[in-house]
């Protein structure tokens, strides 16, 4: 499939899930978790000829932000629920905030590359498959829950088996069964990939 078809592809997914016409009131937040070793590994991976990476997990967007300044020429599908993780019940932190607006509001300059998707990873996925969008690159770091990393990963292999598969949290003992059983896997400080 030729670059421009992709690009076209985009574009009509956009017209569906773009950003709002205004920046949401909600003030941004640069918090987050991006550790050294997926700094390093997604530098080496984030060439020039990646164009399309796809995310699943977000948050308020700091990986996302990296991904896009180590491959200055990519887009990317963001694909979140933006409510939250069950493990957050007790923070605080996260607690009364509009997720969604504040991730918005933070990419705000970065807005015209990327497209957020507000679903759950599998909805999410199957919708870029939909449009025939075919992620150069997709990176994990959704739900750490066994079953749903099984399938997550087992679904991105299954509608893009061309795609490289990668991720983060491989030091969480939920994470690190589903990603085992789903390949041969290398990790460096948390992050995983699959050969």
Known sequence: MSYFFIMKEIERLRKEYDFPKEKPKEKPDYNGWFRAGNSAMLRMMLTERVNVILELG???????????????????????TWKGNSNWKDCNYFKDK????IFLATNWEL????????????????????????????????????????KDVETAKELFPQSLLCGDDYDKLEVKKAVDE??????????????
């Open 111 to 150: 807005k015209d590359r990327i497209i957020p998707i507000k679903t759950d990873s599998i909805s999410g996925m199957k919708i870029v498959k939909k449009f025939k969008i075919k992620p150069d690159l997709i990176y994990i770091d959704a739900s750490h829950e066994y079953k749903d990393v099984k």
């Open 182 to 195: 789903s390949g041969n896997v290398q990790m460096i400080d948390g992050f995983w990939w699959y050969n």
């Open 98 to 101: 509009d997720l969604f607006n």
């Open 58 to 80: 977000s948050l308020f967007g700091l990986s996302t932000r990296n991904m896009l300044n180590f491959a200055p020429n990519s887009i990317i599908i963001c694909i979140d």
